[in-house]
């Protein structure tokens, strides 16, 4: 939200409110929100985030561009700069797009939906039979202290998957080492990789550096962690950072004792 709407907002969120008699602790637990919180968003102190943004225009049935005191222009440039910010796919952006353009009876009308859906595909998916395929993982985790070597046939083991899109575009899959990249990816999770020479900014990877192999973003000339409590890794120069290959998602590895 741009400082020189915020003014706006906060009357608009308030005139919303008083219109509907409400208090701002009613309003607060509407959208399980914190009480003082929410007196700060009216009075400007804080400014909420995108998901309480969307609630707030729910539970006004109107739209964020309302609330926001945005032009057609200022709507895309929002839209934007969400999907910059959350990595949207260009057909994540388009059901953005359309979403924010509903109003609010639509919008709980497709949620509805989307929530049926949902159980039905999760029945499906469990009484389905599982499509299983065999695919090759490299034996050493990664962040390991050793030469991370593709071409000796030795590192290599080859384990049963559930089939999936993903695998018909990967390379091998390696197994994720300790918990820099939470909460995207999990100590111990197995994931695709497809190799490739050069991975874009801010894009998770397969990287060499020296003696080691890690799983993270690509930074301008450092590895960068999902979770804050990891420094950022940076080549020297005697060591470069050396791509492998770009991660494109989870592998679900099946029991040993399925095949």
């Given at each position: 939200?741009?400082?020189?709407?915020?003014?706006?907002?906060?009357?608009?969120?308030?005139?919303?409110?008083?219109?509907?008699?409400?208090?701002?602790?009613?309003?607060?637990?509407?959208?399980?929100?914190?009480?003082?919180?929410?007196?700060?968003?009216e009075s400007?102190?804080?400014?909420?985030?995108f998901i309480?943004?969307?609630?707030?225009?729910?539970?006004?049935?109107?739209?964020?561009?309302?609330?926001?005191?945005?032009?057609?222009?200022?709507?895309?440039?929002?839209?934007?700069?969400?999907?910059?910010?959350?990595?949207?796919?260009?057909?994540?952006?388009?059901?953005?797009?359309?979403?924010?353009?509903?109003?609010?009876?639509?919008?709980?009308?497709?949620?509805?939906?989307?929530?049926?859906?949902?159980?039905?595909?999760?029945?499906?998916?469990?009484?389905?039979?599982?499509?299983?395929?065999?695919?090759?993982?490299?034996?050493?985790?990664?962040?390991?202290?050793?030469?991370?070597?593709?071409?000796?046939?030795?590192?290599?083991?080859?384990?049963?998957?559930?089939?999936?899109?993903?695998?018909?575009?990967?390379?091998?899959?390696?197994?994720?080492?300790?918990?820099?990249m939470e909460?995207?990816?999990?100590?111990?999770?197995?994931?695709?990789?497809?190799?490739?020479?050069?991975?874009?900014?801010?894009?998770?990877?397969?990287?060499?550096?020296?003696?080691?192999?890690?799983?993270?973003?690509?930074?301008?000339?450092?590895?960068?962690?999902?979770?804050?409590?990891?420094?950022?890794?940076?080549?020297?120069?005697?060591?470069?950072?050396?791509?492998?290959?770009?991660?494109?998602?989870?592998?679900?590895?099946?029991?040993?004792?399925?095949?």
């Amino acid at each position: 939200m741009k400082k020189e709407k915020n003014a706006e907002f906060c009357q608009n969120l308030a005139k919303l409110r008083k219109e509907k008699g409400l208090k701002m602790k009613d309003v607060a637990i509407s959208i399980g929100a914190n009480p003082t919180t929410y007196r700060k968003y009216e009075s400007g102190d804080l400014e909420p985030g995108f998901i309480t943004l969307v609630k707030l225009a729910d539970f006004y049935n109107t739209s964020t561009d309302v609330l926001l005191g945005r032009t057609m222009y200022d709507r895309t440039d929002l839209i934007d700069q969400i999907a910059l910010a959350y990595r949207l796919s260009k057909s994540q952006k388009g059901m953005l797009t359309a979403y924010l353009y509903m109003d609010g009876k639509i919008r709980e009308t497709l949620l509805d939906g989307i929530l049926q859906l949902a159980d039905g595909v999760h029945t499906t998916k469990k009484d389905a039979p599982v499509v299983a395929r065999f695919f090759q993982r490299h034996i050493n985790q990664t962040s390991a202290e050793y030469s991370y070597d593709l071409e000796n046939s030795d590192n290599w083991e080859t384990v049963p998957i559930v089939d999936c899109p993903e695998a018909n575009e990967a390379d091998f899959i390696v197994v994720v080492d300790g918990d820099s990249m939470e909460p995207t990816f999990h100590n111990g999770d197995n994931v695709f990789v497809k190799l490739a020479e050069e991975v874009l900014p801010n894009h998770i990877g397969l990287f060499r550096l020296g003696e080691q192999a890690y799983i993270k973003r690509y930074g301008e000339n450092c590895l960068l962690s999902d979770n804050s409590d990891y420094p950022s890794i940076f080549a020297s120069e005697d060591e470069s950072i050396t791509c492998i290959g770009t991660v494109i998602g989870l592998a679900d590895v099946l029991e040993s004792s399925y095949c």
